[in-house]
């Protein structure tokens, strides 16, 4: 018998074979870095399950539910906040338990690599009842997927599946199983675990904390939590990407290794903290392992010496520990590069117009919240998916029409049908006012180029039904509904001042794909030194492929421009010229 074959994966790579070996049926996501791979690895293997966009996570992880309660293996992927979204169906299910096996992976991101926030599935987890297991490498985060499945299954609970950004990004070994073929379970009606009205609740909350329990006793035994016993002088209780640094920075100390991180293995944790001299807890983020440690009345060093932020290294848990360093060489300094929208981004010109008409922009999450950056500095607010509409429709509400003809809120295409489009709905319900710009490039772009319900593709690649966005914004009740090419900058001037003047719900939709999706052929654009004068006006918008020349005279990069176009606009002298047509 040949020895199974091993290969090098990412961590989201290897959360993907481990739901394909586990027999899983049913993927449900939205795209959210760092989990947004798990799902386009996933899909590989479309031929043995099947795998959706979902429009947000609350319906993604409802998605996962329903096949759950008719007996498949079911998961959902997200990312920390769009857990938030989740959260009704995810306290829900909580109380109601599984049929299939039911896992929810949470991509949580210390150091704000891509996020607003830095918060702690951990501790979402807790208040919900969800038990959580936290691999540690990308061998550990395929068999853990197929561990919470059968530990679902076996104690009638959902489980998360935590990881992190440093996890998600790194590679590792990974040996290649065998599908497992799982029967699906019967589907047999039970209102009373199901149906989660009052009466049903208060009982399914008392068996699910006797489930716990349970869970809580198996930890103590279960093979992923495990102690690595060396010198007894230091001891550390550790999980996930941190126990990786631990090890590199303290390879002599004993250490507790927690896969199971909710609940927590309590005799386990008893024992070894009794055999070492100085224990100490470390742990990204909240102190959630710490504060329990603590409450058991077990003395240990944590977060008085440990930063509560950011992603920790084997230097600085080193330094907390030992008190020293490890000199490493200094790094070359690089200078600093600022994010930036892309050349030829559509949401260039669309900022261009509202910097040039003085305009306040309440913000959402997307490559547009660049918009909030020097040199355009239009965005003023960015909060959460959606947030953009009804915030704008809270100012409108505080201060009246009047105050709010000087601003407008602009979301993209992906993220209006993610939560958007509840926000419209609630400004035409409620009779406000103010103007809407929903910037449609055709992608959600932030995470990389996934489809959604108004492309016309599925995940799995299949053509579908385009939501017509103009179409809807007007069933919801929206009369004034524009379309404007996003670089016709003079349309979309006149429009902005037109539909801001109005004292009702108005919608601007600027059209333009992304840059990065057209395979189109680019044109080319050249400036004449001789013909500029210095004005400025073509730099106002920030493209990254025009710099000034010694003299103030402007350059076009030839490698950087993708030939939108704007600057020629902007050009009233003909310094800028089109020398290469392309095919749009």
């Not at 989740?86 to 109380?95: G, I, K, L």
């Not at 005799?267 to 070492?276: M, P, R, S």
């Not at 710009?437 to 055709?442: A, E, F, G, K, R």
């Amino acid at each position: 018998m040949s020895e199974p074959k091993k290969v090098i994966m990412l961590g989201n790579e290897a959360i993907a074979r481990g739901a394909y070996e586990a027999g899983v049926k049913v993927s449900a996501a939205y795209p959210g870095t760092p989990s947004t791979e798990i799902s386009e690895y996933l899909v590989q293997y479309k031929d043995s399950l099947y795998c959706e966009w979902s429009p947000n996570e609350k319906v993604a992880a409802e998605v996962a539910i329903g096949a759950s309660v008719v007996g498949v293996r079911a998961m959902s992927c997200m990312k920390h906040v769009g857990f938030n979204v989740a959260a009704d169906p995810a306290y829900t299910v909580s109380y109601m338990g599984v049929n299939g096996g039911l896992v929810i992976v949470v991509a949580d991101d210390p150091g704000l690599y891509s996020s607003q926030n830095e918060q702690d599935t951990r501790m979402i987890a807790r208040a919900a009842g969800i038990p959580v297991l936290e691999p540690a490498d990308s061998s550990e985060a395929k068999e853990y997927m197929k561990l919470a499945f059968e530990l679902s299954e076996r104690f009638d609970r959902p489980f998360i599946l935590r990881t992190t950004t440093r996890l998600a990004h790194s590679q590792g070994l990974v040996e290649l199983n065998d599908r497992l073929e799982i029967e699906d379970k019967p589907y047999v009606k039970n209102i009373q675990k199901t149906v989660m009205m009052p009466v049903n609740a208060k009982l399914r909350h008392v068996e699910i904390e006797k489930r716990n329990l349970e869970l809580a006793d198996e930890a103590d035994h279960l093979p992923i939590n495990a102690v690595e016993m060396k010198d007894t002088k230091i001891g550390v209780i550790t999980s996930g990407i941190p126990y990786q640094y631990v090890r590199e920075a303290l390879p002599e100390a004993s250490v507790l290794k927690l896969g199971m991180v909710h609940p927590l293995p309590k005799k386990l944790i008893e024992d070894f903290a009794a055999k070492v001299d100085k224990l100490y807890i470390v742990e990204e983020l909240e102190p959630v392992i710490e504060e329990q440690v603590k409450s058991w009345g077990i003395q240990a060093a944590g977060k008085e010496i440990f930063t509560i932020q950011g992603e920790y290294s084997a230097n600085m848990i080193r330094e907390a520990i030992l008190g020293r360093e490890l000199k490493l060489e200094a790094p070359v300094q690089v200078p600093g590069r600022p994010p930036i929208l892309c050349p030829g981004c559509p949401h260039r010109s669309v900022y261009y117009v509202l910097n040039k008409l003085k305009l306040h922009a309440a913000g959402d999450i997307g490559c547009y919240t660049l918009g909030a950056v020097a040199p355009l500095s239009v965005v003023d607010t960015t909060i959460c998916m959606g947030a953009s509409i009804s915030s704008l429709h809270g100012m409108e509400k505080a201060k009246g029409r009047e105050y709010i003809r000087n601003w407008v809120a602009v979301i993209g295409d992906s993220t209006f049908l993610h939560t958007g489009i509840n926000s419209l709905m609630n400004m035409v319900y409620n009779k406000a006012a103010g103007t809407v710009m929903i910037l449609d490039n055709s992608t959600t772009g932030m995470t990389g180029h996934q489809d959604h319900a108004a492309t016309g593709k599925t995940l799995q690649g299949d053509t579908t039904y385009a939501v017509d966005i103009p179409a809807l914004c007007r069933a919801v009740g929206v009369k004034n509904v524009v379309e404007v090419d996003a670089f016709d900058i003079e349309t979309l001037e006149k429009t902005v001042k037109e539909e801001t003047a109005r004292d009702e719900v108005s919608v601007i939709i600027t059209k333009s794909p992304c840059v990065l999706l057209s395979k189109a052929k680019k044109p080319l654009y050249t400036a004449h030194a001789d013909k500029c004068k210095k004005c400025g006006m073509c730099m106002k918008p920030g493209c990254p492929a025009m710099t000034k020349n010694p003299d103030g005279t402007i350059h076009i990069d030839d490698t950087m421009c993708t030939g939108c176009g704007l600057c020629e606009r902007l050009c009233k002298f003909d310094a800028i010229e089109l020398i290469k047509e392309g095919d749009r």
